[in-house]
């Protein structure tokens, strides 16, 4: 029976590499549902969310902040919780400016790793912040990384948090410039109309290193963007609480 049982074996090996490949595949793929719902875009391909995460950051945020003013444009912002605690005074500027807050955890950890006490922990600590120093309550949350396992979907809902993903990720946190960020973000919009869903742009005006990552660049790709989905091509810029 030497044969069969190697064929056994090497069916139950493929079988869980097959289930581990899912399995990651689920936890880190930005638009998976494997593991839970998450809120990515609307049908509209039309709307465009700019979504902003690891914030508040000394100079990047504000400059963003006028030039979303300039356009009058309203974004969603995922802060860290250890951040706001350090710049509150950035994040209540991000606030009165009609952007929309999300939780983006306090230390960004790669939640799917953690324990439950730990994910309830970054969870609750990050939004009893935000709504300390906000006054607001705050209903949004993305994990850092895009990374997620059921607990983590389901404990978020638990505390009434709507879990957020994804649908393009211009990696603006590489050293690539403006120009680049923007044309992978077109990019990514052209694909997402010609498959008729909305656009729902992760961009970076902070790193999960520390406060003062040089996230210029991708203030001045907001800039570019917002001059070329103007109102007048029938562009929409929204905040992601406008699909739930
Ligand atoms: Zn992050």
């Known amino acids: 029976m030497t044969t069969p049982t190697i064929t056994t074996a090497a069916v139950a090996l493929t079988t869980a590499g097959l289930l581990a490949g899912g399995c990651t595949y689920a936890a880190l793929s930005a638009q998976s549902q494997l593991f839970g719902k998450v809120l990515i ?49 950035i994040a209540r500027a991000i606030a009165s400016g009609g952007h929309l807050i999300g939780n983006h955890t306090m230390t960004h950890p790669w939640l799917a790793w953690q324990s439950y006490t730990r994910i309830r922990q970054e969870l609750t600590e990050c939004n009893s912040l935000l709504e300390d120093t906000l006054g607001i309550p705050i209903r949004y949350f993305r994990a850092p990384h895009g990374a997620r396992r059921p607990a983590v979907l389901s404990i978020a809902r638990s505390l009434g948090l709507t879990p957020v993903q994804w649908n393009i990720l211009p990696k603006d946190w590489e050293p690539i410039g403006a120009e680049e960020i923007t044309a992978r973000t077109v990019r990514g919009i052209t694909r997402n109309r010609q498959h008729s869903r909305g656009s729902n742009i992760v961009l970076h005006d902070g790193g999960q290193k520390d406060i003062g990552q040089p996230r210029l660049p991708t203030v001045d790709a907001t800039n570019l963007l917002l001059h070329q989905y103007s109102p007048q091509t029938g562009t929409k810029f929204v905040t992601v609480d406008s699909w739930a």
């Open 41 to 89: 875009a609307s049908r509209n391909p039309n709307e465009i969310a700019l979504t902003y995460d690891d914030g508040p950051n000394d100079i990047v945020t504000e400059r963003l902040l006028d030039v979303l003013a300039q356009h009058n444009v309203r974004a969603s912002f995922f802060l860290i919780g250890r951040y706001v605690r350090q710049r509150p005074q």
